[in-house]
Every structure is written in structure tokens, then in C-alpha cells.
């Protein structure tokens, strides 16, 4: 196994591209953003060689891979901004910390609250910014509306590692948040810690992001190498969303990832 990590898009496909020369068997894409994957797509093709997608989708022609095993990121975006209207908040004041432009988790979490705060006039975005999901950059956005004395009273971040940025920024200022706070704080992907961050009350909601999805991958391969193909394309996994009044320590044990 040759794994490679970046979250910059070009630098990925410059490593799948390696990996094609390389003569690899699988080429498994966890993709930054959805666009310029074709020519890689199509080369690995020519070479025999099976690509899986995982955790994301990519603009590109089905017959260019075998199977895609993803979340649906709109539906994810959609849970969350649901949730946060159940609610019933008289306003909201919303910080949006944004992932890394373009990638699919970016482009489903952010269609949904941006349509939500399009159609409610008491939803108000204070500020909209790419935090790359990076924790750094995230508590930097949350202090800087901090310092400008701009008030708010959600946190919606795009993955666990954001919030968890964010969250330093509140626990500086010494601002409440999580169950019975002044802030509410929303984070994606379902990490063991960030569920134990709602079990404890300091979160209000995670959304899950691709639970488990080895497994299928795993399955997948095996039954490529008997020469059975994939029954389905593309196979969405089925998410939820974790609310703190709700979750239980059987939940964080049985989800945590």
C-alpha cells in the first residue's frame, strides 16, 4: 500500500498519477475538490486499474470508476441546518467556518445553511470563511469576531477539528457554550473526542461523516479479485446527526470514529 495525504487538489493528482506509473492494482481517491480528476480517471483505466472513491464524489464520468462509496453531503448539510432549526432560536447569529473551497464535504454543508439563511430573515451570517479545516485558522476567524464585538450565538464549523478550534476562541473570552450556553456548536465528521464533547454538554451537534466505510471497501476488493463486480456505482452511507441532549456513551462507543 502506497497512501499519499494532501488536502490541495493538484497536488493529489499529481501523486495518483505516480501512483498509475508505479503500476499500482487499486487507486483509491479520498478527493480535495470534485473537479480535474478526468485525465487521471482515464489513465488508470488504460492501465488496468481499478479506482475506488471514498468519502467524496468527484465531477467525472461513472464509467471512469468502479464503485464510489460517499456521503451524501448535502443530506449531511441539510441534517444539520434542520436540526439547528428545530432549535427555535428568535435569531440567529451565525459563524460559518467553512472547509477547504470546492471539495464536496465544503460545497454540501455550505449549500444548506446558505439556503436556509437565503429564505429566514432572522438567519444572519456574521461572517463566512474558509478555515481549510484547519483548527488554528478557525479559533483565528472566532477570535477576530470576538474582538470586533459582533455578537453571535452559533458556531457552525464544517469538521470536528474547526470546532474544536472555535471552541478555544469562546473558552479564552470565557464565553458559555454547548448545553445551556450562549453558543451553540455545530461540528461534522463524528470523532470519538468530539462525541465526548457532546456527551459532556460542551457540543450541541455532530454530524457524521462516512461511518465505517472500510468495511465496503475491503468487501469491494475481495470481490474484484474473484472477478465480481460492484452491484451498485455508488453507494451512499447512511449518516446521522448526534444531538448533546440525546447522545449516550453507548452512542460515543458504537460512532466514535
Known amino acids: 500500500m ?37 485525465s487521471v480517471l482515464q489513465d488508470a483505466q488504460n492501465a488496468g486499474i481499478y479506482v475506488i ?37 428568535p435569531e440567529y447569529n451565525i459563524i460559518h467556518i467553512q472547509g477547504v473551497m470546492g471539495s464536496a464535504a465544503q460545497i454540501g454543508r455550505t449549500g444548506a445553511l446558505d439556503a436556509m439563511v437565503a429564505a429566514n430573515s432572522n438567519w444572519n451570517l456574521v461572517t463566512q470563511q474558509t478555515a481549510e479545516w484547519n483548527a488554528e485558522t478557525a479559533q ?20 470536528d477539528d474547526m470546532a474544536r478550534g472555535a471552541v478555544a476562541a469562546l473558552d479564552r473570552a470565557n464565553i458559555s457554550h454547548g448545553v445551556d450556553g450562549d453558543v451553540i456548536i455545530m461540528g461534522f465528521d463524528t470523532n470519538r473526542w468530539a462525541l465526548e464533547e457532546l456527551l459532556a454538554g460542551r457540543w ?54
Open 140 to 159: 483565528q476567524i472566532v477570535q477576530s469576531v470576538i474582538d470586533a464585538g459582533t455578537p453571535f450565538n452559533v458556531i457552525y464549523a464544517e469538521n
Open 2 to 38: 502506497l497512501p499519499f495525504y494532501s488536502l490541495r487538489n493538484d497536488e493529489q493528482i499529481a501523486a495518483a498519477q505516480n501512483f498509475i506509473q508505479n503500476e499500482v492494482d487499486y487507486l483509491l481517491i479520498s478527493a480535495a475538490g470534485t473537479a480535474g480528476w478526468d
Open 204 to 257: 450541541n451537534y455532530d454530524g457524521q461523516c462516512n461511518p465505517f466505510q472500510a468495511a465496503y471497501i475491503d468487501e469491494i476488493i475481495k470481490n474484484l479479485e474473484q472477478g465480481i463486480q460492484p452491484a451498485e456505482k455508488v453507494i451512499y452511507l447512511e449518516e446521522r446527526g448526534f444531538d448533546a441532549s440525546t447522545i449516550t456513551a453507548e452512542d460515543v462507543e458504537k460512532y466514535g470514529i
Open 53 to 89: 472513491l471514498f468519502d467524496r464524489t468527484i465531477d467525472a464520468d461513472e464509467s471512469l470508476y468502479v464503485a464510489s462509496i460517499v456521503s451524501d453531503m448535502a443530506l449531511e448539510g441539510e441534517t444539520a441546518v434542520n436540526w439547528l432549526a428545530s432549535q427555535g432560536l
